[in-house]
């Protein structure tokens, strides 16, 4: 039997990406669903929405809301948190070395992103830290920071961000499935995966 | 002992209200909390960030989000759904109704415009539909659409509004409880509830 496969979108800059990042994984393993994370650029696509920041910066009461949301939920999952400062943060070069990381290596350097930047509050665009989360995750990170300026990577990354618009996504986390169903947000960890798992279950048994 | 007190905050457009005022009134009985429905409006709400219509029109790869996952939810709740023409309603007069009539009377008649509009696809600012749904609300239709269109309700509604804005309400349905905490959405309606519990309860035992 092979497994469902959901597409994990996220966004480095994105709150809501933080604790779905951290409990995605484990999450699919249990399930039985196996996971592609797939980092992308939310600025570009707010972009063609007209704003030049995060909307949670352009509305302020909703922002107000979304941290007080976010805090309540970190606090219920015994996670870190600590608010960023700039917010929100440049996840620009994160992105691009997580499309430069092997995939086994990706889910381990996002998660160590998110906790330095949600939990400890750390600059994410600083490349001595990234250089380190980078290590940990086990491969060179100078050779890593090179590949991750590159013009091959920058390619793959705007690629993603196609690729993520013509899904019909419009925000951080966001989860795909194989018959191009979309879920968006924390809140719909579960309900992608009993989607994955209810349409594969229904095309193998065809 | 006593009850927790949530007042529940919704906006007869609203689409994520539609489910949550189905089920809001089964679960606050079941744990135990004390429910005051709260209609109120999101137009001048909405007004004052700029906008003319509802942030789902604004943006329509959003919407078309909102849509399909506001389908997926009715139909794991066995809601039916049809999709409003034109979207958002005019909710005005049928807040202006709830405002008016008894608090025990104001839970039916809301559920029943939720599924005239969301279910039926009627249109929810006709007068012959509104005095319909009075009647079956147990109110007297024509002097309840008389009230409603008077000048007191319409000054308890705007003031509505505007507890409503300064609680930190931007969109609906929201919930607020005793202690000032805000949740916001269909997705919140468990952890309002678990909040009110927990604060009534350390209240309570102080």
Redesign the interface.
């Known amino acids: 039997m092979s497994r469902p496969v959901i597409q994990f979108w996220y966004e480095f800059a994105s709150t809501y990406s933080y604790p779905a990042a951290i409990r995605v994984e484990d999450m699919a393993v249990q399930r039985g669903v196996e996971l592609r994370w797939r980092p992308f650029l939310l600025g570009p696509i707010f972009a063609e ?1 007209g704003w030049t920041t995060s909307p949670f910066n352009l ?1 302020p ?2 922002g ?2 979304m941290w ?2 976010l805090e ?1 939920i970190c606090a219920a999952a015994g996670l870190p948190f600590s608010r960023p400062d700039p917010f929100p943060q440049n996840g620009l070069k994160a992105a691009r070395i997580a499309t430069a990381l092997a995939p086994e290596q990706v889910p381990s350097f996002s998660r160590a992103v998110y906790l330095a930047q949600f939990g400890e509050r750390r600059q994410i665009d600083d490349e001595t830290l990234l250089a380190t989360l980078i290590a940990r995750a086990g491969a060179d990170a100078q050779e890593m920071l090179a590949l991750s300026a590159g013009d091959e990577v920058k390619t793959r990354l705007r690629e993603s961000v196609a690729e993520a618009k013509a899904l ?1 996504i ?2 951080a986390p966001s989860l795909t499935c194989a018959d191009g169903e ?3 947000g924390n ?2 960890l579960e ?1 992608a995966m009993d989607h994955a798992l209810a349409t594969h279950a229904a095309t193998e048994g065809a």
Do not use: E, I, N
Request: charge should be positive; proline fraction near 0%; aromatic fraction near 22%.
């Open positions: 929405a509305l009461v909703k107000a809301y007080r949301d309540r019909g419009f925000g979309l879920f968006w809140d719909r309900q």
